[in-house]
């Protein structure tokens, strides 16, 4: 059942009115936008590099096509997706490809919005602020759509994949990377050890807020399995669900397609 916004919300370990939960998620990435993709390096020791060239594997992009990035944050899966596009043979025989990228966050998008021109892609890239729940986007007219290490910050998940489906065409691809559950006690004991006490403690002493990083491996922790939530986007009305567990399911690639 989709979550109506009266109802309480996760946010981390705490529970909160739902209404309340996206000022306390943008208030989260405003505290550590500056710092965001310096302390993704940091904890996941380069590793969510290689995750994102794994999503970007598995959506080969090409010349022509729009993708709608959500939570895109400072860009790195939109500027990866029109690298790849405008490599291709036949480039240069069509549109270049195209990438709106949407952030609840305004610092978010502010942090990332630099490299555009630095990288030559600020042509191709429009920047929106907006929720993932609501996308200020037309319906139909994304080929891709991509959310990496957002979804679970959102208060209606369910909402956020209806939303997903509208905007695609049909035959549009899906793509979610996002923290998952390590498919191995072993792994998980260590997994949990690693993020519980290094990650806060990164964010204390490289961002000066430990309180971000606590709520961002908390959420990880409330994020529904893998079989569980690839059920929920079943139920969005997608089709071909699949995923792929990555460095043994402490992330997974989720993925399927608007019929």
């Given at each position: 059942?989709?979550?109506?916004?009266e109802?309480?919300?996760?946010?981390?370990f705490?529970?909160?009115k739902?209404?309340?939960?996206?000022?306390?998620?943008r208030?989260v990435?405003?505290?550590?936008?500056?710092?965001y993709d310096?302390?993704?390096?940091?904890?996941?020791?380069?590793?969510?590099?290689?995750?994102k060239?794994?999503?970007?594997?598995?959506?080969n992009?090409?010349?022509?096509?729009?993708?709608v990035?959500v939570?895109?944050?400072?860009?790195?899966?939109?500027?990866?997706?029109?690298?790849?596009?405008?490599?291709r043979?036949?480039?240069?025989?069509?549109?270049?490809?195209?990438?709106?990228?949407?952030d609840?966050?305004?610092?978010?998008?502010?942090a990332?919005a630099?490299?555009?021109?630095?990288?030559?892609?600020?042509?191709?890239?429009?920047?929106?602020?907006?929720?993932?729940?609501?996308?200020?986007?037309?319906?139909n007219?994304?080929?891709?759509?991509t959310?990496?290490?957002?979804?679970?910050?959102?208060?209606?998940?369910d909402?956020?994949l209806?939303?997903?489906?509208?905007?695609?065409?049909?035959?549009g691809?899906?793509i979610?990377l996002?923290?998952?559950?390590?498919?191995?006690?072993?792994?998980?004991?260590?997994?949990?050890?690693?993020?519980?006490?290094?990650?806060?403690?990164?964010?204390?002493?490289?961002?000066?807020?430990?309180?971000?990083?606590?709520?961002?491996v908390?959420?990880?922790?409330?994020?529904?399995g893998?079989?569980?939530?690839?059920?929920?986007?079943?139920?969005?009305?997608?089709?071909?669900?699949?995923?792929?567990n990555?460095?043994?399911g402490?992330?997974?690639?989720?993925?399927?397609?608007r019929?």
């Amino acid at each position: 059942m989709t979550q109506r916004k009266e109802d309480d919300a996760s946010f981390g370990f705490r529970t909160v009115k739902a209404g309340e939960k996206a000022g306390l998620v943008r208030g989260v990435f405003d505290n550590v936008a500056s710092h965001y993709d310096v302390m993704n390096d940091l904890m996941s020791g380069g590793v969510h590099r290689i995750w994102k060239t794994v999503l970007l594997d598995r959506l080969n992009p090409q010349p022509g096509q729009t993708l709608v990035d959500v939570a895109g944050g400072t860009g790195d899966v939109a500027l990866g997706f029109l690298k790849r596009a405008g490599a291709r043979r036949s480039a240069e025989e069509k549109s270049p490809a195209r990438a709106i990228i949407c952030d609840i966050n305004h610092e978010m998008l502010k942090a990332g919005a630099g490299r555009d021109a630095a990288e030559g892609f600020a042509n191709q890239i429009a920047r929106i602020c907006g929720d993932a729940e609501s996308l200020p986007v037309s319906d139909n007219v994304a080929d891709a759509y991509t959310i990496a290490f957002g979804i679970r910050n959102v208060t209606d998940m369910d909402a956020a994949l209806s939303e997903a489906y509208r905007v695609l065409k049909p035959g549009g691809r899906f793509i979610c990377l996002e923290f998952s559950h390590p498919i191995t006690d072993g792994l998980q004991k260590i997994y949990d050890a690693y993020s519980f006490k290094v990650i806060p403690w990164l964010g204390e002493v490289v961002a000066n807020d430990r309180a971000s990083y606590q709520y961002l491996v908390e959420s990880i922790r409330k994020f529904p399995g893998q079989e569980a939530f690839a059920a929920r986007i079943k139920k969005a009305g997608f089709a071909r669900v699949s995923y792929e567990n990555l460095t043994g399911g402490v992330a997974a690639l989720h993925m399927a397609w608007r019929i």
